[in-house]
Nanobody
Framework: QVQLVESGGGLVQAGGSLRLSCAAS????????MAWYRQAPGKQRELVAI???????NYADSVKGRFTISRDNAKNTVYLEMNSLKPEDTAVYLC?????????WGQGTQVTVSS
């Protein structure tokens, strides 16, 4: 079992930056692949970034070059560094941990980017 708690969301002006954190507890964090998703009102949940347990990363085209996913296994935490934010980045950002048939979600943190 893995419990995930996101933090770091807030209101920021376009062009600004935020760093989201996702603290994990429970099972062995380093074994899990981690991901950030986002969901805007009236839209489907969208994959933002993946950080596999191997260290490989993958990003949605819409955030490439602006967002960076990283993890600190010693702190059981995964981060999403978001730069050059745009109004269209406004959404609830959710942390996801998955491995095999195990799939866990956090409650989400709101990010609002004003124009």
């Amino acid at each position: 079992q893995v419990q995930l708690v996101e933090s770091g969301g807030g209101l920021v002006q376009a062009g600004g930056s935020l760093r989201l954190s996702c603290a994990a507890s429970g099972s062995i964090f380093s074994f899990y692949n981690m991901a950030w998703y986002r969901q805007a009102p009236g839209k489907q949940r969208e994959l933002v970034a993946i950080l596999a347990s191997s260290g490989s990363t993958n990003y949605a085209d819409s955030v490439k070059g602006r967002f960076t996913i990283s993890r600190d296994n010693a702190k059981n935490t995964v981060y999403l560094e978001m730069n050059s934010l745009k109004p269209e980045d406004t959404a609830v950002y959710l942390c996801n941990a998955y491995r095999g048939f195990n799939n866990y979600w956090g409650q989400g943190t709101q990010v609002t980017v004003s124009s």
